[in-house]
């Protein structure tokens, strides 16, 4: 393709807009959202990662991926009538955040007619994250907001999943997500295990797939822009600071100098991985297929409430309310 005429290398009719550095291709408007779409498109035939009479948990949290998301997947279900959506937006529990972000999720769903619903941890766990934290128990348990924060929402996707009877969760992971994610894994002193967002049957699990998996961030933050998504755009309070935070920052800085190194560490990475079938039983507190007898979430949530009625117990005796 002949590049440098100062139009569109797709259309060769419009001004470019943005100019893909690894690929050396320009776009304008109209081609790069085009160009993003049949991406996803592909991503999905590629490693078949999605079924025509699939119903698709859409896991929506009204940042700009997964509403970017939530918009291609609208559009792609249309043509697949046998396909069905249905978006599930998790409540943490982190107020004046996420109340924003269930309001965007909200209007988006109304305005391309998709089913929304949402779980709260209040619900599902008996207790949100910010009163987690200001309580003390997340300190005393020596856990970070996100590692509880982590294995909750999940564990709130599977439940949604299976009460909404959905076939599979898509998620809105990009490139830059699930690179990060793999880094994590090795400094941790862990080669990943499994390839993140390619669909694994099996198990009794709900497979987990991500048709952005090979998007880069900021071209799923200009779609978002160019296709007029209303998202929010404040971060999560909790997420400065996190080893997830320091490893982006790190990866983002090294993109920009070396174009194309994200997409050289996914393949490398997802090439040396060897796939291995975890002996999963179901866990004996909530029934979900776990690696141990009972699942991450229920021993955190049992420990959690665990300190939240040793403290509440302090408290009364400190106020003296078990001697009135
Ligand atoms: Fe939860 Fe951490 Fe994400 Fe905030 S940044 S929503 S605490 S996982």
């Known amino acids: 393709m002949k590049k440098g005429n100062g ?9 470019p807009i943005y100019r893909q550095v690894y690929s050396g291709v320009s776009f304008c408007d109209s081609c790069f959202k085009k160009s993003v779409e049949k991406r996803v498109r592909k ?4 490693y078949s990662l999605l079924r025509e009479d699939d119903r698709i948990l859409v896991a929506v949290s009204g940042g700009k991926d997964s509403l970017s998301l939530l918009k291609i997947l609208a559009k792609i279900e249309k043509t697949y009538p046998r396909a069905s959506l249905v978006a599930v937006s ?3 529990g982190i107020p004046g955040y996420r109340d924003e972000a269930l309001r965007l999720a909200a ?3 109304r305005r391309l007619g998709v089913e929304h619903r949402v779980y709260t941890f209040e619900d599902l766990f008996g207790v949100g994250l910010t009163e987690a934290m200001s309580r003390g128990i997340l300190s005393r348990l020596g856990l970070g907001a996100c590692s509880l924060c982590g294995v909750w929402r999940r564990k709130a996707i599977s439940l949604a999943a299976r009460e909404l009877k959905a076939t599979v969760v898509a998620t809105a992971h990009t490139l830059d997500d699930i690179v990060q994610t793999y880094l994590m ?17 099996g198990n009794g699990i709900i497979p987990r797939v991500a048709p952005l998996r090979l998007i880069p961030e900021e071209e799923v933050v200009l779609y978002a822009y160019l296709s007029r998504v209303p998202f929010q755009e404040t971060p999560c309070p909790n997420a400065q600071n996190s080893q997830r935070d320091l490893v982006r920052t790190f990866l983002a800085q090294f993109e920009s100098r070396y174009p194309g190194s ?7 990475i997802e090439s040396r991985i060897v796939p291995r079938e975890e002996a999963l039983t179901p ?3 909530c029934g979900e297929p776990a690696s141990k007898t009972i699942c991450r979430a229920c021993e955190l949530e049992s420990q959690v409430s665990r300190l939240s009625g040793e403290m509440g117990q302090l408290v009364r005796a400190n106020i003296g309310v078990d001697d009135v």
């Open 262 to 268: 994200l997409f050289a560490a996914l393949k490398t």
């Open 7 to 15: 139009l569109c290398d797709v259309c060769k009719g419009a001004q």
């Open 185 to 201: 894994d090795i400094l941790r002193g862990e080669f990943p295990k499994a390839p993140i967002g390619l669909r694994r049957e």
């Open 43 to 46: 991503t999905i035939s590629r």
């Open 283 to 285: 866990c004996q507190v």
């Open 90 to 92: 998790i409540d943490e």
């Open 107 to 109: 209007d988006m769903c």
